[in-house]
Nanobody, 123 residues
Framework: VQLQASGGGLVQAGGSLRLSCGAS????????VAWFRRAPGKEREFVAAITWSGDSTNYADSVKGRFSISRDNAKNTVYLQMNSLKPEDTAVYYC?????????????????WGQGTQVTVSS
């Protein structure tokens, strides 16, 4: 499955952005999708995941209550709504897909990746 991440940009602290992860695969509804991010000088870290069925979500502690992940399988798209953004959220955000996955936080479980979209939060 090919993934395309979009929606990044420059925003002031406290602002919002919505990222999109689009897929070309008609069976996209069979894939659990997660967002990871990599800040400069740091390892890629888990942000949020939504299972293939959409009935379960998982969030990193650092984004709970501020970020929300959702999916629209009819549009082959997963969204990450990011509110109350902080400068420490600045990173390149990547979406990954895992066939019938359980919403793992470890990136090793995700076989397919988008190219990343830059999010920059100014203070």
């Amino acid at each position: 499955v090919q993934l395309q991440a979009s929606g990044g940009g420059l925003v002031q602290a406290g602002g919002s952005l919505r990222l999109s992860c689009g897929a070309s695969e008609r069976a996209f509804g069979d894939y659990t999708v997660a967002w990871f991010r990599r800040a400069p000088g740091k390892e890629r870290e888990f942000v949020a995941a939504i299972t293939w069925s959409g009935d379960s979500t998982n969030y990193a502690d650092s984004v709970k209550g501020r970020f929300s992940i959702s999916r629209d399988n009819a549009k082959n798209t997963v969204y990450l709504q990011m509110n109350s953004l902080k400068p420490e959220d600045t990173a390149v955000y990547y979406c990954g897909a895992d066939y019938l996955g359980s919403g793992w936080v470890e990136l090793v479980h995700y076989d397919y990746w988008g190219q990343g979209t830059q999010v920059t939060v100014s203070s």
